[in-house]
T-cell receptor, first 116, second 112 residues
């Protein structure tokens, strides 16, 4: 079975400061990992994905994430927060190979607040 | 450039009523799925389909029904609405259940 834990339900940062959203996963197989962003009253948009290539993954809007197998983590970072980054962020894990009923498993989300 | 289209965007139902949430995609994806989103719960899988004519249950299927007669369309039916089904519903499509999903804009459903 696979699972994903987002370690913070809310994160508040000041505009222009770094952002760190933490995600740990559990998977019996080599995982694919994704980060999605959801702005208020909108659908989910893919920010970035890891699929066993480079461990440092760059996404849209200046976000990046690093896959650390030894720590089973996939934390999302951005060097400088912008007001438009205020949204809900979801970490998602998926099996690369088949063999289980699990497809995408979503974390419960982290609400990012940007202070002016 | 439509992607995944859901209708309606908002709906209010009375307890016991039935309705169908529509979902269509134009990316020729074989895999389609329905999720519900509740505060603090993330997204939970209701039903999914790996191709036309093939559907299966997800984590929270009770009270919902689906069918897949074409690759493009994957409607979700609420058989007899209950207040516990008040939620935001998202349809998604992808190349497979293990690949990144593309989401519709959501349907906000309130059951009174």
């Amino acid at each position: 079975a696979q699972s994903v834990t987002q370690l913070d339900s809310h994160v508040s940062v000041s505009e222009g400061t770094p952002v760190l959203l933490r995600c740990n996963y559990s998977s019996s197989y080599s995982p694919s990992l994704f980060w999605y962003v959801q702005h208020p009253n909108k659908g989910l948009q893919l920010l970035l994905k890891y699929t066993s290539a480079a461990t440092l993954v760059k996404g849209i809007n200046g976000f990046e994430a690093e896959f650390k197998k030894s720590e089973t983590s996939f934390h999302l970072t951005k060097p400088s927060a912008h007001m438009s980054d205020a949204a809900e962020y979801f970490c998602v894990v998926s099996l690369i190979s088949g063999g289980g009923a699990d497809g995408l498993t979503f974390g419960k989300g982290t609400h990012l607040i940007i202070q002016p | 450039n439509a992607g995944v289209t859901q209708t309606p965007k908002f709906q209010v139902l009375k307890t016991g009523q039935s309705m169908t949430l529509q979902c269509a995609q134009d990316m020729n994806h074989e895999y389609m799925s329905w999720y519900r989103q509740d505060p603090g719960m993330g997204l939970r899988l209701i039903h999914y389909s790996v191709g036309a004519g093939i559907t299966d249950q997800g984590e929270v299927p009770n009270g919902y029904n689906v069918s897949r007669s074409t690759t493009e369309d994957f409607p979700l039916r609420l058989l007899s609405a209950a207040p516990s089904q008040t939620s935001v519903y998202f349809c998604a499509s992808s190349y497979s259940k293990f690949r990144e999903a593309f989401f519709g804009q959501g349907t906000r459903l309130t059951v009174v």
